[in-house]
């Protein structure tokens, strides 16, 4: 009965592409020409920071690391990884979602941040925790992005996601409107931790969209800090993979 009403839904409603919507016969999928387009960050990468590099090869593992993060002493986050090369392909996908109210992209998205996550879910973790909004930015935008993709990974990965003990409480202008040291000035201070009981001891890992310098990243890691977690994760669904 229940597989007949859904071929109905399904000639009523058909399954589209989540990008250009042709239609297809999957759920929350691309069709081959929109995924085919996509380019997702694999092997070599360094096993730190989740850089990938140029050469083609199949190292891996922890002993594979850029020269940043062979050189750092006292590293900021335990390990950080990405999705996909934030590019023309995958640019569209995350701009809807994040702004133009494409909520439903959220479940390929966190399909692919659980598929990111491996060596992070490999080292265990506690608790997700998504990039927090201002209050009067998410009054206008209605939604979090990264607290919508944080809830839908923890439906895949059972990993529970705390929403509130990190606030974003002093209000910036958007990262987009400046580039290098000006995006770490805007935002200085800018997160706060409320509940550092929540998260003291805990394995966290840090959900975001998309990382371009890491500047929001490093922040939201300086305020979660003063709760002494046991380690920070960074996991964004996009990354800007500088040549
Ligand atoms: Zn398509
Ligand atoms: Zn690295």
Redesign the pocket.
Known sequence: MWTLISKIVDLILPKRCKNCGKIIYDDDALCEDCFNQINFISAPY?F??G?PFEESSNRSGPTL??P??AAEKAPWFRLCRSAVHYDDASKPLVISFKFYDRTDNVRLLAKWLNMAGKDIWRAGVDVLVPVPLHYTRLIKRRYNQSALLAKELSKITGVPVEYSALVKHKRTRPQVEFSGRRRKHNLRGAFKLKHAERIKGKKIVLIDDVLTTGSTLKECAKALQVGAPESIDLLTVARVCKD
């Open positions: 360094c730190h920071c850089m690391l850029c940043a993060c």
